[in-house]
């Protein structure tokens, strides 16, 4: 229920075919591949949809309808105004789950797997990780079902967001006309998004559009002088699959063993990705 079987099946293979021709281009103009990222994410996507198949709704597919009986009204989806504002909704609960996704480390969890990734591509778009039915970030989007919107729209809402996205993971593509980079999420900013440099961390949440980053200040822009540097600030130094979908787990797990006292427990759980048990403060940054 977390709108990510848009890429499993065949849509996935089809994905994976873009990127392998992607990989070609590239190859054609003395560019860098690293095949073995490729596969990684390819395995990845395998992965979760086995996971997807053990665990059917997960956490929010089960909070969403239970939403759903408590809801305001029902809206009926037949007229335009109606698509106008789930589309304006969904964006700014897209944009409120994926700042979340940074800076909550429960969230983080899963949302890490995206970016461990060291080369940025085509075949990063669907390297999501197994475990994001079990932490449950699209519960944000519980607010637009509590107000009326069916769930099942509301998902395929978030599907067709994360569907759009994919194109956004390219270098090929280069900035965009001021117009369409003022409004829209596009490669150049996504980029920024994906870069793991201090001075880009933690910016350019936005799904289609880009202007909740702008509303909250959270925008940035490609620097032509500062050179994007993809991944983890702590790199996972892995292509297997199993170990990308579970490092931040792992690191989960003995942060958890250095807790001390509830609050320690709750801050390792739900404080910022970066937060060491017994300093007190930020001591690493998650992404």
Known sequence: M????VF?????????????????WLARRGVRYDWKEYWASFGDAVGRTLTGLVIQGGIVGVLLFAIWEFRVTTIAMDQAWHW?????????????????????RWFWLNHSVHHSATQYNLSTA?????????TGAAVFFGPLVWLGFPV??????????????????????????RAIEFVFNTPSHHRVHHASNPEYLDCNYGGVLIVFDRLFGTCREERPGLPIRYGLVEPVHSYNPVKIAFHAWVKLARDLRRARGIRQVAMTLFGPPGYLPGSGKKVRQGH
């Open 2 to 5: 977390d709108g990510m079987r």
């Open 8 to 24: 499993v099946g065949l849509p996935l293979l089809v994905f994976a075919l873009i990127a392998a021709m992607e990989a070609a």
């Open 84 to 104: 106008i504002a789930l589309f304006l909704g969904q964006e700014l609960c897209y944009y409120a789950m994926h700042r979340a996704d940074h800076r909550v």
């Open 126 to 134: 669907y390297r999501l990780g197994w475990t994001g039915k079990l």
């Open 152 to 177: 099942p729209h509301v998902v395929g809402a978030l599907a067709l967001n994360l569907l759009y996205q994919y194109w956004l993971h390219t270098e090929l593509v280069p900035r965009l006309p």
